[in-house]
């Protein structure tokens, strides 16, 4: 190679270690904007964040209620989970709550059976007694009164919340949570019949707000639970 051909070669190639890094730069550019991306999908903004974060209730169930069922004050919620099974229990707006002392005993004995001694087995769930959606569940006890606690839903009862027989006081700590009162599992046709006459979240508390029995403390209550499954990034289980 002569002289002029090596000078040459060598101009050639520092002017290709001077255009590449040229050429990488909107490949970097791309780079550092899918990394931007990712690091909002794993660390959203606090500011979008509710300000409690969501219970197992609140992430998978949709809540309905059933006010003044039977009986006047004998409110109920209903929640319900995405593959159709119904928790049910005492709504804090119940008249039951009302009573000095709160819950002092639950009995599962009622109608013509103890709903305690039902043993559900198998994915078949065997042993499931069906029942309406008026039928008796238990008996809250207050010291002043007795309360008859109803299905709400027809359907299959898996289960009933034996605890409350020795844990009575469960209800007046967490209704909503450990104090559930039973499991039902209503056929989809059932359902959608039920689910006519039934309230919403929203709903509920505008009734409740309107006949003056829902205090600021539960107001709030209700608001976040609201928050908590309207908050960004988030999915309500389909109803």
């Not at 309360?147 to 009933?160: N, T």
């Not at 039973?182 to 959608?192: L, S, T």
């Amino acid at each position: 190679m002569s002289e002029s051909d090596h000078i040459n070669y060598r101009t050639n190639t520092s002017n290709l270690e001077t255009t590449v890094p040229d050429n990488l730069e909107p490949v970097r550019e791309s780079e550092e904007d899918e990394e931007q991306q990712l690091h909002k999908l794993l660390l959203p903004d606090v500011r979008h964040l509710p300000l409690s974060p969501p219970s197992a209730v609140d992430s998978n169930f949709v809540s309905y209620y059933a006010p003044d069922f039977m009986k006047s004050g004998y409110d109920q919620y209903i929640y319900r989970h995405a593959n159709g099974l119904c928790v049910i229990g005492l709504a804090s707006t119940h008249v039951a709550f009302k009573d000095k002392g709160g819950i002092t005993a639950v009995d599962f004995n009622v109608g013509k059976s103890d709903r305690s001694g039902i043993k559900v087995t198998g994915k078949r769930k065997k042993n499931a007694q069906h029942f309406d959606s008026n039928t008796a569940l238990c008996k809250v006890c207050t010291s002043d009164a007795s309360y008859i606690v109803r299905c709400c839903v027809k359907g299959s009862l898996l289960e009933v919340n034996d605890k409350l027989i020795k844990q009575p006081e469960l209800l007046n700590s967490s209704a909503g949570r450990e104090g559930y009162i039973a499991i039902i599992m209503p056929k989809p046709a059932d359902w959608v019949k039920i689910k006519a006459s039934l309230l919403g979240l929203e709903e509920f508390k505008k009734l409740r707000t309107l006949c003056g029995l829902i205090g600021s403390v539960e107001i709030d209550l209700l608001l976040t639970i609201e928050e908590n499954k309207n908050s960004p990034g988030k999915s309500s289980p389909s109803a």
